[in-house]
């Protein structure tokens, strides 16, 4: 297999150029990474939300104690906002296995601030990725993909998508919605993030490990889990991962160490950032949503 040609790199705001005709092929170099797990007492934690959520899986914080989350039911799938009290309503129906969940930000004079689209996959074999217009309420599908999962987007504006197959791809999305190669041949990889250097970190479910991309390189960089599902980018750099098992784990990756957060939730999925020391974490198992708070003791 012919090396992967590297992304140019050029800044923060624009880490990832992309040629819009080439595929992208990486090789895996084959680094096996043994991590200490410390046990993390500098938690607490207590549920948040727990009616009118039946299968939560991706949630996504978007400000003053407001979460979105999807439910992911066969055909009758729901994406919904939940509410600092835990009060649930509902933004879009009769959808198949909504999964990844996408929204939009944007910059303002007040600062972060909820952007336009919210993005949505299901994940079916004849699944799709949808877009929803959270001002016009208008929903298009963008285009097929088999078992769509993992969503996020590149410095660039572009999509990448991970399909949840084996031998399954991560893609990324040109302008006119067109899916091209980035990340070849993996075993069920399901969520994914974009973290602030550009690199991609893929939950490789088949292979019970989590992987990065970075400059066309792929590598190992946590190995053993179990049924690792879900990851989730922080802008200190960590990067945060959920066991789709029960028990399952909530673990913290920083600076080559991982740290065990929880170890007795119930097919925890989706992880979601909120400001004060505040990580959401979806409780599938329990049709729930769990608040962990760090207390710095």
Avoid at 15 to 24: E, M, Q
Avoid at 136 to 153: A, C, H, S
């Amino acid at each position: 297999m012919n090396k992967p040609k590297q992304l140019k790199r050029l800044s923060l705001k624009a880490l990832i150029s992309i040629n819009l005709f080439l595929f992208l092929y990486c090789v895996i170099e084959g680094v096996q990474v043994t991590t200490v797990i410390d046990q993390s007492k500098q938690w607490m934690h207590e549920v948040h939300a727990w009616n009118g959520i039946p299968y939560v899986d991706n949630i996504t914080y978007v400000g003053r104690g407001v979460l979105i989350a999807t439910l992911e039911l066969k055909t009758i799938g729901r994406v919904v906002v939940i509410d600092s009290k835990g009060g649930v309503t509902t933004l879009l129906d009769k959808l198949n296995r909504p999964d990844g969940l996408l929204v939009d930000r944007e910059f303002s004079r007040r600062g972060l601030s909820l952007g336009r689209y919210l993005y949505v996959t299901q994940e079916v074999s004849d699944g799709s990725v949808i877009r929803y217009d959270l001002k016009t309420k208008q929903q298009v599908e963008l285009f097929k993909m088999n078992n769509p999962e993992g969503i996020d987007r590149l410095a660039n504006g572009s999509l990448v998508v991970s399909e949840d197959i084996l031998h399954g791809n991560v893609y990324w999305i040109d302008s006119s919605n067109n899916k091209h190669i980035l990340i070849a041949n993996l075993n069920r990889p399901e969520g994914l993030c974009v973290a602030v250097d550009g690199s991609i970190y893929v939950a490789e479910t088949g292979r019970n490990r989590v992987i990065k991309w970075s400059n066309g390189k792929l590598e190992s960089v946590v190995t053993g889990l179990k049924e690792p599902d879900q990851v989730e980018c922080h802008v200190d750099g960590s990067v945060w991962i959920t066991e789709d098992a029960t028990p399952g784990r909530l673990l913290r990756l920083y600076q080559n160490k991982l740290y065990l957060i929880a170890d007795s939730l119930s097919k925890p999925q989706g992880i979601a950032f909120a400001p004060f020391g505040v990580v959401f974490i979806a409780e599938q198992g329990k049709h729930r949503i769990v608040k962990f708070r760090f207390t710095g003791r």
